[in-house]
């Protein structure tokens, strides 16, 4: 069941203005979570508040409480860097590092790690590359081409796969798709559904569609604040906020 | 296995055209002319005006581009002019022996080329280290509001005229390595044999270390330029995948930057390759190769300004100008290399914005 994610009177700003007001809610494990809501609501800062991303921005300031196995990651004398290598993060951007090789990009957060074992890097990067589905299309150029040389939606999974290779018990995900065709759209979450027999995943997403078709439980932010989260079926079906409502039923946002 | 939700979407039944015309207000005013801007200024199909000024601006352009490349050529005709007598006499001698007296009218440039090359690359270990701490410290560690400061001040070094940096050097650099530096180098490492010498305080030493100061404003300018240029996401990239400070810096903008950060550096040398009036005035001008940094040297530009106004045979005017010719040759490959380095980065620079 551990990990899950606990998170409790949760705030963020930007420098003076507040754009997450007293988040309080739980993750359950290996499950999917989306975070739906019209954009400027705060999902990014969200879920960049899971893993302490958010901190890295200038004049953010964060406050509250987030507990992932037992620890508060914002207690003290813990270390932001070591919060993020438990925790993987993919962007809406697909951002492989362009001058590295697909391997090496794979490899990255290993060798930060001081992992230096060839044989056993070769096994992590084909591993992961399998489980971002990547591995047949780059398994005969994944030493010589860049990672940039990717199409999008091999870029997006290229970065899973970086993201895999830390084996994180948490994925976090900011619309992953966004940027993405549809077919690769459909890729990225065929994929999140294999994943999430290992892993607790958050995506957020503008794309409600997408958050009725991968995400067990839905959550449903609107100008910094949580309005409801549950089954991602009763949020779309009968949802027990009125605002929830009218956003999924193309009201506003 | 997937849940099968279909979303209650509600549509308004008004028809979607229904209601534009309500929500304009203007259904009255219809008969008015709806646009604001004077016929004079509306778009048009392309004439043939337009045709004949993109023509002109064409032409005007390629002109420019023309007559650069026209100025390059001339210069280099006008060496290679002036310099025949000394070619037809030397030939490739000229590249390769040492021997540099207007008296016997014997002239062999590589002393000045060896002294061009030694102290450039003296200066670049000098200042590259010390230009890329700077960048970095400006555009990663240093605090917003002290970055333009700090910038301003660095590119301030770039407006100092070479002879202030001369008069610097002699006054100030050469007595301070006669009295404090030699002797220190010396005794620590005197086994290199690179420290050995007569305590003149001028020499190669002094020279490199002046080009280092005049080379250190383009290197940090232009290396905190492309680490800027890095865009937000890749320092996110790593940071996610739990990289320090430093390791940020490392995976993420020296290596993103790196090429732009070579074409940085070789700007730099080809910039101490062409200095000469600071050179001129500390490096001693003496036409030797010495293993000793602590030697006095030559460069092919110390050797023009030093020699020119003095030169009476033609032979020696010869020689001076096929100087000219080695060290303008040399700058102009240097220089193609960077702009080729900077060009191949910018040219597949992922996208800079900020989502
Ligand atoms: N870097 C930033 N600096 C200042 N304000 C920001 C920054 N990023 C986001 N914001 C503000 O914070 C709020 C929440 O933004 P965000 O979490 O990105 O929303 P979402 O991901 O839901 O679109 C918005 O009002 C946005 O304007
Ligand atoms: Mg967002």
């Known amino acids: 069941m551990d990990p899950g994610i606990r998170v409790q009177e949760l705030n963020a700003w930007f420098g003076g203005t507040q754009a997450l007001h007293d988040i309080g809610l739980e993750i359950p494990s290996r499950q999917v979570t989306a975070i739906i809501g019209p954009s400027g609501c705060g999902k990014s800062t969200f879920v960049r508040c899971l893993n302490r991303m958010h901190e890295t921005l200038p004049n953010a300031t964060v406050k509250g409480k987030v507990t992932i196995s037992g620890l508060d990651i914002y207690g003290k004398g813990v270390s932001p860097v070591t919060v993020r290598r438990r925790i993987g993060m993919v962007f809406q951007k697909p951002n492989p590092f362009p001058t590295m090789s697909i391997y090496d990009n794979v490899a990255a957060g290993l060798k930060l790690n001081g992992f230096s074992n060839r044989r056993q890097l070769d096994e992590v990067v084909q591993r992961s590359l399998e489980g971002a589905a990547l591995w047949d299309e780059v398994k005969d150029i994944m030493k010589k081409k860049s990672g940039a040389s990717l199409s999008g939606g091999q870029q997006q999974r290229l970065c899973i796969a970086r993201a895999l290779a830390i084996e994180p018990e948490i994925m976090l995900m900011d619309e992953p798709a966004s940027a993405l065709d549809p077919i690769s759209t459909s890729k990225i979450e065929d994929l999140i559904f294999q994943l999430k027999q290992q892993f607790t995943i958050v995506i957020v997403t503008h794309n409600m569609q997408q958050a009725a078709r991968v995400a067990d439980l839905t959550g449903f932010f609107l100008m910094g604040k949580l309005i409801e989260l549950d089954k991602t079926e009763k949020m779309f079906t009968n949802p027990s906020d009125k605002r929830t409502e009218d956003y999924i039923t193309g009201r506003f946002g | ?355």
């Open chain 2, 1 to 355: 296995m997937r849940a099968q939700i279909k979303l209650p979407v509600k549509q308004d039944s008004a028809p979607a055209g229904a209601e534009s015309p309500s929500s304009n207000g203007t259904g009255a005013a219809a008969d008015k002319p709806l646009s604001l801007v004077p016929a004079a200024f509306k778009i048009k199909f392309q004439t043939k005006n337009n045709a004949f000024a993109d023509g002109t601006f064409r032409t005007l352009v390629i002109l420019c581009a023309l007559s650069v490349m026209v100025i390059v050529g001339l210069i280099a005709f006008e060496l290679v002019r002036q310099s025949h007598l000394s070619m037809a006499k030397f030939g490739f001698k000229f590249l390769s022996t040492s021997i540099w007296d207007p008296v016997a009218e014997n002239f062999g440039a590589l002393p000045a080329i060896y002294g061009t090359l030694v102290s450039s690359l003296l200066a670049l270990v000098l200042a590259v280290p010390l230009s890329l701490g700077t960048a970095l410290f400006i555009t990663e560690i240093c605090p917003r509001r002290l970055r333009g400061i700090l910038s301003l001040l660095v590119e301030l070094l770039a407006a100092i005229p070479s002879v202030i940096y001369g008069l610097w050097g002699i006054f100030f650099l050469a007595p301070l390595l006669r009295t404090e530096g030699q002797p220190f180098l010396a005794r620590y490492f005197g086994w290199t044999g690179l420290f050995e010498g007569p305590k003149y305080g001028i020499g190669m030493l002094a020279a490199g270390i002046i080009l280092a100061i005049m080379i250190l404003p383009i290197i940090t300018s232009i290396s905190r330029e492309v680490m800027l240029a890095v865009p937000r996401q890749q320092r996110e990239a790593a940071l996610a995948l739990g990289a320090t400070r430093w390791e940020v810096l490392r995976i993420a903008v020296l290596r993103n930057a790196r090429a732009g950060i070579f074409g940085a550096i070789i700007l730099g040398l080809g910039r101490a390759i062409g200095e000469t009036m600071a050179v001129t005035m500390v490096i001693g001008n003496r036409p030797e190769i010495a293993r000793s940094l602590f030697a006095p040297g030559y460069t092919l530009a110390s050797m023009i300004a030093n020699e020119f106004s003095e030169a009476t045979s033609d032979m020696h005017l010869s020689a001076l100008v096929e100087v000219g010719l080695v060290l303008f040759a040399i700058t102009l490959i240097v220089n193609a290399i960077a702009q080729f380095m900077i060009w191949s980065i910018t040219r597949g620079m992922p996208a800079r914005n900020i989502a």
